[in-house]
C-alpha cells in the first residue's frame, strides 16, 4: 500500500503544472525558490482529495467575508477562490510544507479543485517574535494585510502560492485569472 501511495504521489508531481518561470514581480525565479515550490507541492499533494483535507483539519468550512461571501473574486484581475484555513497552523512557525490554508476552486459539477495554498501569520504574535522583520518564505516577503479587512480580522500577513494551477501573474500573485468563482 505504501509503495502504491508513494507511486500516486510521484505521478501527481509529474502531471503537476510547470512552475513558472517568473514570480509576480517579472523576475526569473531562482533554482531554490522552484525547489521551494516542488516541497509546497509534495507537501499538499494529497489534498487533492478534498476529504483528506477536511481530515487534516482544512475547515470545516471555505472562509466566509463580512459580506457573506466565500468565493473571492475580482472581475478585473482574476480570483483567489475558496479558503479552507487549519487553525491549528497559525502560529509564528512558517514551513512551505504546512501552508496555513488551502486554496480551492469550485467546479460546475459541485466538487472542488486543489489550486494553491496560502501562508497567513498574524501580525501581532509575528511582531513579538520576530520585531519589524516581515515573514518571508520561497524567498518573497508576505503581503501585509491591516486591521479593517473584508474577513474582519486583526492585522495579518498572507502569501498565496498557486501550487496546483499556473498564474499567468506569477506564482505569488494574490489573484490568478486562470482561477474563477461561480
Known amino acids: ?11 501527481l508531481i509529474a ?5 513558472q518561470a517568473h514570480d509576480d514581480a517579472g523576475g526569473a525565479l531562482r533554482p531554490e525558490q522552484r525547489q521551494a515550490l516542488a516541497r509546497a507541492r509534495a507537501a499538499t499533494a494529497v489534498f487533492h482529495d478534498f476529504r483528506a483535507a477536511l481530515a487534516a483539519g482544512y ?9 457573506g461571501l466565500s468565493c473571492i473574486d475580482n472581475p478585473t484581475v482574476g480570483a483567489m477562490g475558496l479558503h479552507y484555513v487549519n487553525g491549528n497552523r497559525l502560529s509564528v512557525f512558517l514551513s ?16 472542488q479543485r486543489l489550486v494553491g ?5 498574524f501580525e501581532a504574535p509575528w511582531r513579538a517574535a520576530h520585531g519589524d522583520i516581515p515573514p518571508r518564505l520561497f524567498g518573497r516577503d508576505f503581503h501585509h494585510v491591516p486591521a479593517g479587512n473584508r ?3 486583526p492585522a ?4 498565496h502560492a498557486w501550487l496546483w494551477r ?17
Open 1 to 11: 500500500m505504501h509503495r502504491l501511495s508513494s507511486l500516486l504521489l510521484a505521478a
Open 15 to 19: 502531471a503537476a503544472p510547470a512552475v
Open 59 to 67: 475547515g470545516p468550512g471555505p472562509v466566509v467575508d463580512l459580506q
Open 96 to 111: 512551505e510544507r504546512e501552508p496555513q490554508a488551502l486554496i480551492y476552486e469550485p467546479q460546475a459539477d459541485g466538487s
Open 117 to 121: 495554498a496560502e501562508y497567513i501569520v
Open 151 to 153: 474577513y474582519g480580522l
Open 156 to 159: 495579518f500577513y498572507a502569501l
Open 166 to 182: 499556473p498564474n499567468p501573474l506569477g506564482p505569488f500573485a494574490d489573484w490568478n485569472p486562470a482561477v474563477r468563482c461561480p
